[in-house]
């Protein structure tokens, strides 16, 4: 009889140990993922600010291309007039462009310090991306994505075509 006593009880600390290491991590991994949330959701409203405040200002040098036709055959998109000041650096982080997608829209390629002078041509769909903050195993993820071709691997999109055609008065 001792022996099953013994036993119960070194059963039940074995399981409240397990139970305090479980909870701990799980503790751990809702702090983690609700700082990574915070941080998402503050990247998210700064991309959206920034790229209707951007679209506001220049809404004289944009030129929207939205025609019926593009349900079927392309997607909608704008052209913008560079003014010979403006750099790709400082348009990729106004719109919330990821590296590499204006090079391959305009089967160019764009170093970010180069000045827009002429039109660039920018799809709806490429514009307000802001990379997500990620743990270490997600950004494995993605970087193989990225090596794969996809630019828009660890980013998520802050505004909708939607809104862009709002904030130029579409």
């Given amino acids: 009889m001792e022996i099953n006593a013994i036993d ?21 991994n809702a ?3 609700s700082r990574l949330d915070n ?7 700064q991309t959206k600010e920034f790229a ?10 944009i030129e929207v291309h939205n025609d019926w036709y593009h349900v ?8 913008l007039e560079g003014d010979g000041k403006l ?6 982080e106004n719109l919330g462009i990821p590296p590499t997608v204006l090079s391959k829209t305009n089967n160019k390629k764009f170093k970010d310090k180069d000045v827009i002078d002429g039109k660039i041509e920018i799809k709806l769909e490429d514009i307000g991306w802001f990379a997500r903050s990620m743990d ?28 862009i055609f709002e904030w130029l008065g579409r």
């Fill in 39 to 45: 941080e998402n959701m503050f990247k998210r409203q």
């Fill in 31 to 33: 702090q983690f993922g």
């Fill in 52 to 61: 209707e405040d951007f679209l506001k200002k220049y809404k004289d040098k």
């Fill in 136 to 163: 270490e195993m997600e950004a494995q993820d993605v970087r193989s994505q990225r090596s794969h071709g996809d630019p828009y691997a660890g980013y998520s999109r802050a505004v909708s075509d939607g809104e």
């Fill in 72 to 79: 079927f055959v392309g997607d909608d998109y704008i052209t």
């Fill in 8 to 28: 119960a009880v070194s059963s039940a600390n074995s399981a409240q140990q397990a139970s305090s290491v479980t909870s701990a991590k799980a503790e751990l």
């Fill in 87 to 92: 750099t790709f650096k400082e348009l990729r």
